[in-house]
């Protein structure tokens, strides 16, 4: 009888583990995207041409 509890303790730490897991799946994958989103705007060679200033050039 005693392995039994055992056993159905050791299921409800292992499921509660797992809801907590499922929970931070959606923040690790929207961390991963932001990083292959920004990691792709890097350029080898810069512009000559600032697009964030607006009166750079005219």
């Known amino acids: 009888m005693m392995k ?15 809801r907590v897991a499922i929970l ?8 991963l995207l932001i990083g292959i989103l920004a990691g792709n705007e890097r350029k080898s060679v810069p512009d000559a041409v600032d697009p964030t200033v607006t009166s750079s050039v005219r």
């Not at 039994?4 to 797992?18: G, S, T």
């Not at 931070?24 to 961390?31: A, E, N, Q, T």
């Open 24 to 31: 931070f799946v959606p923040v690790v994958l929207s961390l």
């Open 4 to 18: 039994d509890e055992k056993r159905n303790e050791w299921r409800a730490i292992f499921y509660v583990q797992a």
